[in-house]
């Protein structure tokens, strides 16, 4: 098995692509070893002295690891994590998958379907291409909440992909949006 590596936006995080599938479909984000209990693959690289968080997407890992540490240290620990998981043949999350995105109705129902319908497929395949995702978590009164994951969170231009990118896309096409904002995962 030869697992390749990219550099992302974020050099806190570092994109791991194992050559075969993570995830059947969606996303899956770890932002603590607590938060991996369902995942033993996120266990075993949550193992790996120095990791701060774990995130999969269809055909790839992102990993974050803490200031300070140098990824030429951890870098062959994480790549031999994940290549025992795939070669133990356990599942990559036990049991079932989350939604995306946060479940939305009443009345502003019809907006929430174009802000996430715009998420999915102008936002999410880019930013996944950066070893992250953005997810919908809620509107009010004209702001947009979003959840930055994996490669996107603490990234240094999140900042701009937010408001220079995602609300000028956003206001663009749904005039009801006026601002968007990240809230804490």
Same mark, same amino acid.
């Given at each position: 098995?030869?697992?390749?590596?990219?550099?992302?936006?974020?050099?806190?995080?570092?994109? /791991?692509?194992?050559?075969?599938? #993570?995830?059947?479909?969606?996303?899956? @984000? /770890?932002?603590?070893?607590?938060?991996?209990?369902?995942? !033993?693959?996120?266990?075993?690289?949550?193992?790996?002295? &120095?990791? %701060?968080? #774990?995130?999969?997407?269809?055909?790839?890992?992102? #990993? %974050?690891?803490? @200031?300070?540490? @140098?990824?030429?240290?951890?870098?062959?620990?994480?790549?031999?994590?994940?290549?025992?998981?795939?070669?133990? &043949?356990?599942?990559?999350? $036990?049991g079932e998958q989350a939604a995306a995105h946060m479940?939305?109705?009443g009345p502003d129902g019809d907006i929430i379907n174009?802000?996430?319908?715009?998420?999915? %497929? +102008?936002?999410r395949p880019a930013v996944a291409q950066d070893g992250?995702?953005?997810?919908?978590?809620?509107? @009010? +009164?004209? #702001?947009?909440?979003?959840?930055?994951?994996?490669?996107?969170?603490?990234? !240094?231009?999140?900042?701009?992909?937010?408001?220079?990118?995602? $609300?000028?896309?956003? +206001?663009?096409?749904?005039?009801?949006?006026?601002?968007? +904002? !990240?809230?804490?995962?």
């Amino acid at each position: 098995m030869f697992i390749q590596t990219e550099s992302t936006p974020n050099p806190a995080t570092l994109k /791991f692509l194992p050559g075969l599938a #993570v995830l059947e479909m969606g996303t899956a @984000d /770890f932002p603590s070893a607590e938060a991996s209990a369902k995942s !033993p693959l996120a266990k075993r690289i949550f193992a790996v002295n &120095g990791v %701060t968080g #774990v995130f999969f997407g269809t055909d790839f890992v992102t #990993v %974050t690891k803490a @200031d300070g540490i @140098d990824w030429q240290h951890i870098k062959p620990a994480i790549l031999g994590a994940i290549m025992e998981h795939f070669q133990s &043949g356990q599942p990559v999350i $036990e049991g079932e998958q989350a939604a995306a995105h946060m479940a939305s109705d009443g009345p502003d129902g019809d907006i929430i379907n174009q802000i996430k319908e715009l998420l999915d %497929t +102008r936002v999410r395949p880019a930013v996944a291409q950066d070893g992250g995702d953005i997810t919908f978590h809620g509107f @009010d +009164r004209g #702001v947009v909440y979003l959840h930055m994951k994996g490669a996107c969170a603490g990234c !240094p231009s999140s900042t701009l992909t937010l408001k220079m990118g995602i $609300e000028n896309l956003l +206001r663009h096409y749904i005039p009801e949006v006026t601002e968007v +904002r !990240p809230v804490a995962a």
